[in-house]
T-cell receptor, first 111, second 113 residues
Framework: QQQVKQSPQSLIVQKGGISIINCAYE??????FPWYQQFPGKGPALLIA?????SEKKEGRFTISFNKSAKQFSLHIMDSQPGDSATYFC??????????FGKGTHLIIQP | KAGVTQTPRYLIKTRGQQVTLSCSPI?????VSWYQQTPGQGLQFLFE???????NKGNFPGRFSGRQFSNSRSEMNVSTLELGDSALYLC????????????FGEGSRLTVL
């Protein structure tokens, strides 16, 4: 049973545009929602994270929006740049379990 | 500050063999977690070690095991390898246990023939 559903699988955005990746979860015990960025040949790197007591968190060009009642959260990348081209993973954590990851979104920013 | 170091980076094994992967965490980090990454299943949690004790375990068979040493370095072992074990095995360290703020290494790419 996939506990974190991520969409879209792939996304192409023009330079300067807004990239939006969505995730939905099922387990109401989740209380920490990070996003990881992975470049080819590298391990995932923590980008930004949110807890369910806030609806939005912004760090530079990256924003997480969180809807607790809908059990959904999303990553917005403003003014997308070619260097943002990577695979993005949403994840969720609750209790003592490890991170549960979404299947990933392959993002391409076209110059 | 050095990052998480994993060795070997690449290895090829045949079915039935066993493999040991090594992970050195970031200095000062006491927790080490292991994840398996495959194109089909994505990133899946294997286990977490803290203070030389396994703290929790994902849904993997007993062929997958690990340990942590007093210097926080960790190893994972896969016995009786199967073709489906071919994957990128990622180690992640963190300052404390049971956190989602993980620092990943570049992984060990295992191919089982």
């Amino acid at each position: 049973q996939q506990q974190v559903k991520q969409s879209p699988q792939s996304l192409i955005v023009q330079k300067g545009g807004i990239s939006i990746i969505n995730c939905a979860y099922e387990n109401t015990a989740f209380d920490y929602f990070p996003w990881y960025q992975q470049f080819p040949g590298k391990g995932p790197a923590l980008l930004i994270a949110i807890r369910p007591d806030v609806s939005e968190k912004k760090e530079g060009r990256f924003t997480i929006s969180f809807n607790k009642s809908a059990k959904q959260f999303s990553l917005h990348i403003m003014d997308s740049q070619p260097g943002d081209s990577a695979t993005y993973f949403c994840a969720a954590k609750g209790g003592a379990d490890g991170l549960t990851f979404g299947k990933g979104t392959h993002l391409i920013i076209q110059p | 500050k050095a990052g998480v170091t994993q060795t070997p980076r690449y290895l090829i094994k045949t079915r039935g063999q066993q493999v040991t992967l090594s992970c050195s965490p970031i200095s000062g980090h006491r927790s080490v977690s292991w994840y398996q990454q495959t194109p089909g299943q994505g990133l899946q949690f294997l286990f977490e070690y803290f203070s030389e004790t396994q703290r929790n375990k994902g849904n993997f068979p007993g062929r997958f095991s690990g340990r942590q040493f007093s210097n926080s370095r960790s190893e994972m072992n896969v016995s009786t390898l199967e073709l489906g074990d071919s994957a990128l095995y990622l180690c992640a360290s963190s300052r404390t246990q049971n956190t989602g703020e993980l620092f990943f290494g570049e992984g060990s790419r295992l191919t089982v023939l």
